[in-house]
């Protein structure tokens, strides 16, 4: 199990990592939408390795059988490996490459909710808005916040993997 969850976790964490090169390299002047869009995306596709990782286990390495408890174990374990990638990245991109990227983010922000809510509504979401941005100011927030994205997604399709692949022994004598 170990040679699976190292071999596809590296996998998911090497594709997550390129993907996300490649939206920052290609998706400059993209709005922060679809921005959000390719990212969540990005994060999907890296994913699915957990699947080929639990069918892996079970095909070659379990004699065709896995249980769901460790379909799912085996899913979260490679979908970690894709969480601390991102959350990494994203500490970087944050830190080093974009340092800017906070202030224009909440300030494209205020300006939308500015223009899209009522004064008394825009005051209160501003308000939230501000407690946040002190909070997102920390990198260690930021990467928590993003590799738990990418772990509670993994954890998701671990879950819908782990359903459609297991396979009890069978027990023809």
Do not use: W
Request: charged fraction near 15%.
């Amino acid at each position: 199990m170990k040679n699976t969850v190292l071999r596809y976790g590296i996998y998911g964490a090497i594709t997550i990592s390129v993907l996300f090169l490649l939206a920052l390299f290609l998706g400059k002047n993209l709005s922060y939408g679809l921005q959000e869009v390719i990212g969540y995306t990005t994060m999907v596709v890296s994913l699915l390795f957990v699947f080929f990782g639990i069918k892996h286990y079970r095909d070659k390495e379990n004699n065709g059988v896995v249980s769901f408890g460790k379909a799912l174990a085996i899913g979260v374990l490679i979908s970690l490996f894709a969480a601390i990638a991102f959350g990494l990245l994203d500490v970087i991109y944050i830190k080093y490459i974009n340092p800017d990227f906070t202030t224009e983010y909440y300030g494209r922000m205020v300006e939308e909710i500015s223009n899209s809510l009522p004064e008394a509504e825009s005051k209160i979401k501003l308000a939230e808005l501000e407690a946040q941005k002190e909070m997102f100011s920390s990198p260690l927030m930021n990467f928590l916040l993003m590799s738990a994205t990418v772990l509670i997604i993994g954890f998701i399709i671990s879950l819908i993997s782990g359903l459609i692949l297991q396979r009890k022994p069978s027990t023809n004598n």
